[in-house]
């Protein structure tokens, strides 16, 4: 079963289900822009409420809740065993289409304590553009068992956290990246940062309503300066903050994970600002091309 166009977007994706559906077994009964996207018959009569992804990880990505529905329809199921999850099923094991967005976002490197873990994410969109977000996980339970709650964390193109970036002198960027220093951040912006709940954007860039910022912080009932990419949305003349929940660096954080990187490749993206410098490192250490 061969879909005649390129798959871009989670749109091509329904409509590639589409022209198939009662081949693979269903009847659309409802279709909608809210989700769940559809209301399905299977060939048992059952009525199954399906919201479509690009990937799986974009269910939760989304911030959809897993109770909300009983199937993911996906082009590529990127997700492990995942029983708090609905039931999946990868268009791409049954039909044939080229796909402009790959298959999964690939973990970069990623630090794990004892309650939470960060990581950096870094994929191709499906204009074919590098994009990198910063993750956040809290552990459930003793059983080694993460829950994903990077729903306010934004992404951002290399191209934009490189503008971010430049606003830092090289020399600040050395001794905060190179040396993984977070105070370096924090000695160089003028306003101090002592109180919880205190925060100030040291860099930021607009992007049509929306405004992305790299914001060092000291959460409530915290005492460490976090790090983190923040977004606005342009409410009025103003500004409104919709990162909450964003996944925030702490001191030893931030300081594990540029330690899982090599100094050469901190070097490369946070100093000479060859951001794609991540994905030519990520290439060699695992084989996958992003």
């Known amino acids: 079963m061969e879909v005649p166009f390129t798959l871009r ?11 198939y559906a009662e081949e693979l077994g269903y009847s659309i009964i409802e279709s909608q822009e809210a989700f769940p996207d559809y209301t399905l018959i299977d060939e048992d009569g059952t009525e199954i409420l399906t919201e479509v992804e690009k990937r799986a990880s974009d269910f ?3 911030g959809h809740d897993p109770d909300g529905c009983e199937l993911i329809l996906c082009w ?6 995942r029983p708090d999850l609905p039931d999946r099923i990868a268009l791409a094991d049954k039909l044939e289409a080229e796909a402009a967005f790959s298959p999964q976002r690939h973990r970069i490197v990623e630090y ?23 993750r956040w996980w809290g552990r459930e339970d003793s ?9 306010g964390s934004p992404d951002v193109t290399v191209s934009q956290f490189k503008a971010l970036l430049e606003q830092i002198p090289e020399s600040v960027r050395e001794e905060a990246f190179i040396d993984r220093e977070i ?11 002592e109180q ?8 930021a860039i607009e992007a049509g309503d929306e405004k992305y910022v790299l914001r060092l912080k000291i959460p409530s ?9 923040d977004r606005y949305t342009r409410k009025g003349s103003g500004w409104n903050y919709a990162s909450r929940g964003s996944a925030c660096l702490s001191g030893k954080q931030y300081t594990g994970l540029l330690s899982e990187i090599p100094p050469e490749v901190r070097e490369a993206v946070f100093v000479n600002l060859n951001v794609t410098e991540l994905h030519r490192w990520h290439k060699n250490q695992t084989g996958c091309t992003i």
């Open 183 to 193: 105070s370096a951040l924090a000695d160089w912006y003028d306003d101090p940062i």
């Open 60 to 62: 939760e990505e989304h």
């Open 76 to 81: 590529y199921d990127d997700l492990g065993a």
């Open 9 to 19: 977007t989670e749109m091509n994706v329904r409509e590639a289900f589409c022209m």
């Open 196 to 203: 919880p709940g205190q925060g100030e954007n040291i860099a």
């Open 112 to 134: 794990a304590g004892k309650h939470s873990k960060k990581g950096i994410d870094l994929w191709r969109d499906e204009t074919d553009t590098f994009r990198l977000r910063f």
């Open 143 to 151: 059983e080694n068992n993460w829950q994903d709650k990077s729903g």
């Open 221 to 229: 009932e915290e005492t460490q300066l976090n790090l983190a990419i």
